[in-house]
C-alpha cells in the first residue's frame, strides 16, 4: 500500500541548507507528481499528493538579490562537493576549461590570490564564501582585466581596498556582505565604469552614504545590509536614473518614507529585511 511521505522527509528535500544572515535564497520548486499504484490502491494517490502540497505551500520563502549566486546555500555540506584548490581551479581556467574561480567551504587568504595573474583574462567570476581576504588580496584581484562578478563574504575589505578596483573597467557585480568600508570608499567607486550591482554591508557607513551611492549612476540593483539609510538618503537614492531593483535589510525608512518611495516610483522593484514591499502592510518595516 503506498504511504504519504512524512513530515521531516518532506521538510530536508525542500529546505536542504540555511542561508546566513545577509543572504538570501531562492525558493525551491516544489515539482507535482502523480504515483503510479494498483488499481485497487489509487483512490490514495489524491490524499498523498494533497499532503505534499499543502506541506510545501506552507514553507517559508526568500528573497534573492539579482546576482546573486545561491546554488551553494541550497546544497548540504555533505552533498556538496569539496573545492578544488586554487591552482587547479586556475589550471582549469587556463586549459580553457571555465571562467570562474569559485570557493564555497575553503578558507581563502590573501596569499592564495597572489597566484592571480594579469594574463588570467578567461577569468569572469570570482566568489570567496568563507575566508579573510584583505585589501592586499584586492590588489591581486584588481590585476584581472576582465573580472565581471567579484564576491568577497567574510573579508574586512576597507576604503583602501576599493580604491584598489575602483577604476576596473569591467567589473559589472560587487558583493562585499562583510566588509568595514567607509563613505569615502563608497565614492571611489563612482570611476567604475561598468557597475549595474552593488551589495555591501559595513559597520561604519551611516546614513550619509546615501549621498555617495547616488553618484553611482550605472548601479541597475543595490542592497544594503545593516546600513541605518533614513527617509532622506531613501529619497537620494531614488535618484538613481537606472535602478530598478532595491533590498535594504535593518534600514531607518519610516513607513512614510516608504509610502512617497511607492508613490513616486512605482517601477522600482523593492524588498525589505528580505520581504517583498506590499503597501498594504500596517508596518513597512
Known amino acids: 500500500m503506498f504511504s504519504a511521505p512524512s513530515q521531516s522527509t518532506l521538510s530536508q528535500s525542500l529546505h536542504p541548507g540555511k542561508p546566513r544572515r545577509g543572504d538570501s535564497q531562492d525558493p525551491i520548486p516544489v515539482r507535482r507528481f502523480t504515483p503510479r499504484l494498483p488499481k485497487q490502491n489509487r483512490t ?44 587547479e581551479q586556475l589550471t582549469n581556467g587556463r586549459s580553457g ?35 579573510r581576504i584583505t585589501d ?7 590585476r584581472l582585466p576582465e573580472l565581471i562578478h567579484l564576491r568577497l563574504r567574510e573579508s ?21 556582505p562583510q566588509s568595514m568600508v567607509t563613505t569615502e570608499g563608497v ?33 541597475r540593483t543595490l542592497h544594503l545590509i545593516g546600513v541605518p539609510i533614513n527617509d532622506d538618503g531613501l529619497k537620494q537614492i531614488a535618484t538613481l536614473p537606472r535602478l530598478s531593483s532595491l533590498y535594504l535589510d535593518d534600514a531607518e525608512v519610516s513607513g512614510e518614507g516608504w509610502d512617497w518611495f511607492q508613490e513616486n516610483h512605482p517601477k522600482i522593484h523593492v524588498h525589505v529585511n528580505q520581504r517583498h514591499l506590499d503597501r498594504s502592510l500596517p508596518d513597512h518595516h
Open 136 to 142: 592586499e588580496g584586492m590588489r591581486a584581484v584588481a
Open 156 to 176: 574586512p575589505i576597507t576604503d583602501a581596498g576599493l580604491r584598489e578596483i575602483a577604476q576596473h573597467p569591467k567589473l559589472q557585480i560587487l558583493n562585499l
Open 97 to 131: 576549461s571555465g571562467s570562474k574561480v569559485q570557493f564555497v567551504e575553503s578558507q581563502i587568504d590573501d596569499d592564495a590570490l597572489q597566484l592571480l595573474d594579469a594574463s588570467d583574462d578567461w577569468l569572469k567570476t570570482l566568489t570567496v564564501d568563507r575566508g
Open 44 to 87: 490514495l494517490a489524491p490524499l498523498a499528493l494533497g499532503l505534499l502540497l499543502c506541506v510545501a505551500c506552507n514553507q517559508p520563502e526568500s528573497a534573492q538579490t539579482p546576482g546573486e549566486d545561491t546554488s551553494a546555500s541550497q546544497t548540504t555540506t555533505a552533498e556538496r562537493p569539496a573545492d578544488l584548490t586554487i591552482q
Open 187 to 219: 565614492r571611489e567607486l563612482a570611476q567604475l565604469p561598468s557597475l549595474k550591482n552593488l551589495r555591501l554591508g559595513s559597520e561604519r557607513l551611516g546614513p550619509e552614504v546615501a549621498d555617495a551611492i547616488s553618484k553611482l549612476e550605472s548601479l
